[in-house]
């Protein structure tokens, strides 16, 4: 699938803000289920803007404006081809034990995701080591989208974990430090991605920057899985970055002197082509 996309980020203030930093990470990621066929920053005012790849390998652009301001976009357009990978083999889940050291980020606490027993919070049973990863990974996916109510009202970006499990109303990012919690305490090897959501109108999380969990599978590599839409992370999901939870993979973030209360709008349009 061709997927066209244009992320613009609106900055609005009272009063003029100067030496504004961004750190964006917007750029889709190149792999073997993408191909990143072009990608193009716009920023106004006019800004100093140079790149770099962060710790997980995510390009990031750092963009600074230092003259005055009321008013500053930020719009990344990007065209990328994705491709659909191959299902995933049986895999008894004893196979991760020779993964677990050379993976340990990626099943520690972090400030978003703590440790906890997750599966029993979340009502989820204990795999066996010989209980095939793939499809309890699936079966979970099933049940975090059962249990849980899409509600872009119901949390912020500083929603802790258990006031989510115990109200069960939120958004994709929600569903993924969800999903990070019980993985990781059950020894699955698991991050949180950062991407975008071709939905046709059918899916939950394409007006914004869209997350799920990718788990690594011996002998195969890492698959992602959308517990928000009960799904694999296919053609229509376009990756930016991962990481091992929501602050290593923000969209745009940074700091500004003056200003007073600004405004934030962000805009978010993906348009999908069958290759």
């Known amino acids: 699938m061709r997927c066209e996309i244009r992320h613009t980020t609106e900055y609005r203030y009272p009063v003029p803000a100067w030496d504004s930093f961004n750190q964006v990470r917007l750029h ?8 990143v066929r072009s990608f193009h920053l716009h920023v106004a005012p006019d800004a100093d803007i140079t790149s770099r790849k962060d710790y997980f390998g995510a390009i990031v652009h750092n963009v600074h404006v230092h003259e005055p301001h009321t008013h500053l976009v930020i719009e990344a357009q990007a065209i990328v081809d994705t491709h659909a990978m191959p299902a995933p083999p049986h895999t008894p889940l004893s196979t991760l034990r020779a ?9 520690v606490a972090s400030p978003r ?7 029993e919070i979340f009502g989820v049973t204990r795999p066996g080591p010989d209980d095939d990863l793939p499809d309890f990974m699936m079966g979970l996916t099933t049940y975090l ?5 899409y509600d872009t009202k119901a949390t912020g970006v500083r929603t802790p974990l258990a006031e989510f499990a115990q109200h069960g109303r939120g958004v994709c990012q929600d569903f993924t430090h969800a999903m990070l919690g019980i993985t ?19 899916m939950k999380g394409a007006e914004a920057t869209h997350a799920w969990v990718e788990v690594l599978i011996p002998d195969y590599g890492w698959l992602g899985y959308d517990p928000t839409n009960n799904c694999v992370a296919q053609e229509k999901h376009v990756k930016i970055g991962h990481g091992r939870e929501y602050s290593d993979v923000s969209p745009v973030r940074g700091t500004y002197y003056g200003g007073g209360k600004g405004e934030l709008d962000v805009a978010v349009h993906v348009y999908g082509e069958q290759q």
Not at 113 to 119: C, K, Q
Not at 145 to 149: A, G, I, L, P, S
């Open 28 to 35: 889709p990621s190149q792999e073997a289920r993408q191909s």
């Open 99 to 107: 993964e677990r050291r050379r993976n340990t980020e990626f099943l």
């Open 113 to 119: 995701v703590p440790s906890g027993d997750w599966p």
């Open 145 to 149: 989208y059962r249990r849980f109510t």
């Open 184 to 202: 990781r305490q059950l020894g699955i090897p698991a991050r949180y991605v950062s991407g975008y959501l071709y939905s046709g109108g059918e």
